[in-house]
């Protein structure tokens, strides 16, 4: 299980927000304690991911069966691992 604190996600809608992320065996967890709120992404419904540069960050992006998400973070690369290894 690896986390992943101050993560600026965008979801499929345009929603913009702060979230830590918890990758498991089975879905990523996405929370926000400023929103209350918390959502699962099971690994299953990953379709493609992919990787860039935004300014000094990492912009990692996710095809899921239910449209697009993107996070912004400084270890991009350590969540798609993370991600990758527990798809297997």
């Known amino acids: 299980m690896s986390r992943f604190q101050r993560v600026k996600e965008t979801d499929g809608s345009g929603t913009t927000r702060l979230v830590s992320l918890e990758v498991t065996d089975d879905a990523v967890y996405r ?16 379709i493609n991911i992919e ?23 400084k270890n991009g690369q350590s969540l798609i691992d993370a991600i990758e290894s527990s798809q297997t």
């Open 51 to 73: 990787i860039s540069r935004n300014g000094s960050s990492d912009l990692v992006t996710a095809e899921t069966k239910h449209g697009q998400i993107q996070w912004v973070l």
């Open 31 to 46: 929370t926000s304690k400023a929103e209350m709120w918390e959502g699962r992404l099971p690994l299953a419904a990953l």
